[in-house]
C-alpha cells in the first residue's frame, strides 16, 4: 500500500515562495514507470494538474510553469513541490499524488490547505 502525505505551511504572504513535501512510504520514488504528482484545487474550483517528476525528469503544466518546480530528495523517499511569486489565487488545497504507466492516478495524499495572503 502507497502512502502519501503532504506538509508545509498553510499561510504563506504574497509575492513568496510556497514549498510543499510529500513523504511517501510503501513505494520508492526511484521506482521504474512510476510518476510523483502535484494537484491542486482552489476553493470551489476543479482540480488542476501541476507538474510531475519521475527519476530526475519534470514536466509542468503550461499555465504553471514560468513558476513551478519539482524536486525529490531519494534519501528521505520525498519530492518537493515550490511555487513562487504566490498570490491569492494560488490559494487552494494542495495534494501530492501518484500514478504508472497507465496515467490513472492510484494513490493520493490527503491533501494539505495552502492560503496566500498578507
Known amino acids: 500500500q502507497v502512502q502519501l502525505q503532504e506538509s508545509g505551511p498553510g499561510l504563506v504572504k504574497p509575492s513568496q515562495t510556497l514549498s510543499l513535501t510529500c513523504t511517501v512510504s510503501g513505494e520508492s520514488i526511484t521506482s521504474n514507470g512510476r510518476y510523483w504528482t502535484w494537484i491542486r484545487q482552489p476553493p470551489g474550483k476543479g482540480l488542476e494538474w501541476m507538474g510531475r517528476?519521475?527519476?530526475?525528469?519534470?514536466y509542468f503544466s503550461p499555465s504553471l510553469k514560468s513558476r513551478t518546480s519539482i524536486s525529490r530528495d531519494t534519501s528521505k523517499n520525498q519530492f518537493t513541490l515550490q511555487l513562487s511569486s504566490v498570490s491569492p489565487e494560488d490559494t487552494a488545497v494542495y495534494y501530492c499524488a501518484t500514478y504508472g504507466a497507465l496515467g490513472a492516478i492510484d494513490y493520493w495524499g490527503k491533501g494539505t490547505l495552502v492560503t496566500v495572503s498578507s
Open positions: 517528476i519521475r527519476n530526475s525528469d519534470t
